[in-house]
Each structure stands twice: as structure tokens, then as C-alpha cells.
């Protein structure tokens, strides 16, 4: 029973300092080191040596190597601080029997062409395309955008054919609580968002935070947001856990249609190690360039629609219905 506690904790530790890569599952890892492991494990009643936690990562697949590519690094004020404080209201919410979700846009897709797509299928013949996949030879695209229940294992994915905009991210989750969110947490009363710092749930936007505060207003509940710092994207739980299902499930594939797109997710996405996915088009025209209203920010403070939290305010904050 000791060796499950441990296993147990020490997979929860990863599991929140943990980043992937969208495009492959099996790429995961954790900028953690063995010192700061074995602190964490002690924090939550574990004593152990750095040996045995040196065993764990073996055990468990991790292993030290080093990048293959090099890159220019960027360090953010306050980072392993806003680590710390997802990790814990990951945990409060999910004590409290509340919904956490992580959500996210992922890469646009080229629709028709026919167009190259990476990966192999099973063909009696070899499939042509052109040689240059050129955006003016396609015929559209097409946006996903998902969202990822981290206590059901559940990802939703979204396809929408305009511009990825605030608005078009609050339609999904609205989306995704009216078809999933409000049968499976039926006495809900707060909803924990991650998402990363930029794009079209950017943190600095008062237009995402002004359709966020439409959304809670209409589901009646509370929208709580933390934000993965800026360079971390890769930390958001989305983008190692379901983003590379669904990039296996287009591989290889011509997408002549959003109907094909959705087919193909709806069918091979979900695992076997048990994460479902569902798909669903959103039909609604997105432009981008659309304000926010000449009142927000005033009523936002007045009405306490949209308060900062006191740790990292530029990341977390919540939205609250009108009363």
C-alpha cells in the first residue's frame, strides 16, 4: 500500500508540473529536478530519498536528455509562482467536486487542395498532392479549438471557419458547458479555466474577459481563469494530452471538408487508455477586430463583474454573473 501512496504522489506531482508537445504524444516533460521532486514528495508525507526518486522517474519513463534544437529562452517574473498557484486551485476544485477545465485553439488546417498532409495511411495506391502546399490552393480553413475536462478525461473539440477571436473561444466553452459541463456538474457553482497567456483568450484582452463575464452571467455561475505565463504554453494540459490525438487522427488524411475534419476526430481521436473525445461545428461567422464595448471596463470595476485575484493578478481573476 506504501509503494501505491508513493507511485500515487509522485504521478500527481508530475502530473501538474508536466508539459507535452500538441503534435506528439509521447513527448512529455518536466523542468522539475530531482531536489525540487524530493521536496515535493515530502511536502505531502512521502520521506524518501533522492534515490528512490531517481528510481520513480526511471520507472515511470523519464529520462535526462538534452534538446536537440536550440532556442532563445525568455524568462517571465513570477512563473514557478503561477505553477504553484494552478497546481493548487486544480486541487481545491476538483476537492470541491467543481469543473476544471483546460482549453485552448489549436493550429488552423488547410481545407481541399488536395494538399500534402504528414503521416501514412493504408492505400493500394500512392496518394497525389500538390507539390507546394500553398494557402491560395486551398479552398478554406478550418479552426479547432478544444476543450478538456481534467476530472472526466474528456475533450471537446470545436471547428470553426473564421477568425479565432475571444468571442469565438467563449462560444466553445459555452458551447461545451450546455452540451456537457452542466449535466455532468449539476450543482456547480464555479468553473476553473486554464489557458494560456496569449491568443484569443489572451490575458491582457478586455475583450475575452468581457465575453467571459457575458458567458458567466448567462450560465449563472462563476467563471474562475488562471492564465499559463507567457513562453508556457506547452505547460497547458490541453496541448499534451489531447492536441496530439487529434493530430494523429488527421494525419496522412486529405481534409476536403469540415465535415471530414470532424469525422475523422469524432473517430479516431478518443484512446484507449480511456480520454473521449467529441466533435461538434460551430456555424457562426467570427471576425476579428470587434471592441469592447465603450462601458466594460467602468461597469467591470463598478459591478465587480471581473475581480483580480490578490497572487498574480495579470494571470487570474474571476467572472461574475450580473445580479
Given at each position: 500500500?506504501?509503494?501505491?501512496?508513493?507511485?500515487?504522489?509522485?504521478?500527481?506531482?508530475?502530473?501538474?508540473?508536466?508539459?507535452?508537445?500538441?503534435?506528439?504524444a509521447?513527448?512529455?516533460?518536466?523542468?522539475?529536478?530531482?531536489r525540487?521532486?524530493?521536496?515535493?514528495?515530502?511536502?505531502?508525507?512521502q520521506?524518501?530519498?533522492?534515490?528512490?526518486?531517481?528510481l520513480?522517474?526511471?520507472?515511470?519513463?523519464?529520462?535526462?536528455?538534452?534538446?536537440?534544437?536550440?532556442?532563445?529562452?525568455?524568462?517571465?517574473?513570477g512563473?514557478n509562482?503561477?505553477?504553484?498557484?494552478?497546481?493548487q486551485?486544480?486541487q481545491?476544485?476538483?476537492a470541491?467536486?467543481?469543473?476544471v477545465?483546460?482549453m485552448?485553439?489549436?493550429?488552423?488546417?488547410?481545407?481541399?487542395g488536395?494538399?500534402?498532409?504528414a503521416?501514412?495511411?493504408?492505400?493500394?495506391?500512392?496518394?497525389?498532392c500538390?507539390?507546394h502546399?500553398?494557402?491560395?490552393?486551398?479552398?478554406?480553413?478550418?479552426?479547432?479549438?478544444?476543450?478538456?475536462?481534467?476530472?472526466?478525461n474528456?475533450?471537446?473539440?470545436?471547428?470553426?471557419?473564421g477568425?479565432?477571436?475571444?468571442?469565438?473561444a467563449?462560444?466553445?466553452?459555452?458551447?461545451?458547458w450546455?452540451?456537457y459541463?452542466?449535466?455532468?456538474?449539476p450543482?456547480?457553482h464555479?468553473?476553473?479555466?486554464?489557458?494560456?497567456?496569449?491568443?484569443?483568450?489572451?490575458?491582457?484582452?478586455?475583450t475575452?474577459?468581457?465575453?467571459?463575464?457575458n458567458?458567466?452571467?448567462?450560465?449563472?455561475?462563476?467563471?474562475?481563469?488562471?492564465?499559463?505565463?507567457?513562453?508556457?504554453?506547452?505547460?497547458?494540459?490541453?496541448?499534451?494530452?489531447?492536441?496530439?490525438?487529434?493530430?494523429r487522427?488527421?494525419?496522412?488524411?486529405?481534409?476536403?471538408?469540415?465535415?471530414?475534419?470532424?469525422?475523422?476526430i469524432?473517430?479516431?481521436?478518443?484512446?484507449?487508455?480511456g480520454?473521449?473525445?467529441?466533435?461538434?461545428?460551430?456555424?457562426?461567422?467570427?471576425?476579428?477586430?470587434?471592441?469592447?464595448?465603450?462601458?466594460?471596463?467602468?461597469?467591470?470595476?463598478?459591478?465587480?463583474?471581473?475581480?483580480?485575484?490578490?497572487?498574480?493578478?495579470?494571470?487570474?481573476?474571476?467572472?461574475?454573473?450580473?445580479?
Amino acid at each position: 500500500m506504501q509503494g501505491n501512496e508513493l507511485s500515487s504522489g509522485f504521478e500527481q506531482i508530475m502530473e501538474n508540473y508536466r508539459a507535452g508537445n500538441p503534435m506528439n504524444a509521447q513527448v512529455r516533460f518536466t523542468y522539475l529536478c530531482v531536489r525540487e521532486i524530493h521536496e515535493k514528495l515530502q511536502s505531502i508525507g512521502q520521506s524518501v530519498s533522492t534515490y528512490v526518486v531517481c528510481l520513480l522517474l526511471k520507472v515511470h519513463g523519464y529520462g535526462k536528455r538534452k534538446m536537440q534544437k536550440k532556442g532563445t529562452a525568455c524568462s517571465v517574473e513570477g512563473r514557478n509562482e503561477q505553477f504553484g498557484h494552478i497546481a493548487q486551485l486544480i486541487q481545491e476544485y476538483k476537492a470541491e467536486g467543481q469543473p476544471v477545465v483546460s482549453m485552448d485553439s489549436k493550429k488552423k488546417e488547410l481545407l481541399g487542395g488536395p494538399l500534402f498532409r504528414a503521416g501514412k495511411v493504408y492505400c493500394q495506391q500512392g496518394l497525389k498532392c500538390q507539390d507546394h502546399d500553398f494557402p491560395s490552393l486551398a479552398h478554406g480553413k478550418v479552426t479547432p479549438h478544444g476543450v478538456l475536462d481534467l476530472t472526466l478525461n474528456q475533450g471537446v473539440i470545436h471547428l470553426g471557419q473564421g477568425a479565432d477571436t475571444p468571442e469565438f473561444a467563449c462560444d466553445c466553452l459555452h458551447d461545451w458547458w450546455r452540451r456537457y459541463g452542466m449535466t455532468q456538474y449539476p450543482k456547480a457553482h464555479s468553473l476553473l479555466v486554464l489557458c494560456d497567456a496569449g491568443g484569443s483568450n489572451n490575458c491582457s484582452y478586455y475583450t475575452f474577459k468581457e465575453q467571459l463575464q457575458n458567458l458567466s452571467t448567462h450560465i449563472g455561475i462563476i467563471i474562475r481563469v488562471a492564465h499559463y505565463p507567457s513562453y508556457c504554453s506547452k505547460y497547458n494540459p490541453i496541448d499534451h494530452r489531447l492536441f496530439p490525438h487529434v493530430t494523429r487522427a488527421l494525419q496522412g488524411v486529405m481534409l476536403d471538408s469540415v465535415d471530414t475534419v470532424a469525422k475523422l476526430i469524432n473517430e479516431r481521436a478518443s484512446t484507449k487508455t480511456g480520454l473521449n473525445v467529441f466533435t461538434h461545428v460551430l456555424d457562426k461567422t467570427y471576425l476579428a477586430g470587434k471592441k469592447v464595448a465603450d462601458d466594460f471596463k467602468t461597469n467591470m470595476k463598478k459591478n465587480k463583474n471581473i475581480q483580480f485575484d490578490k497572487v498574480l493578478p495579470q494571470w487570474n481573476y474571476w467572472a461574475c454573473p450580473n445580479l
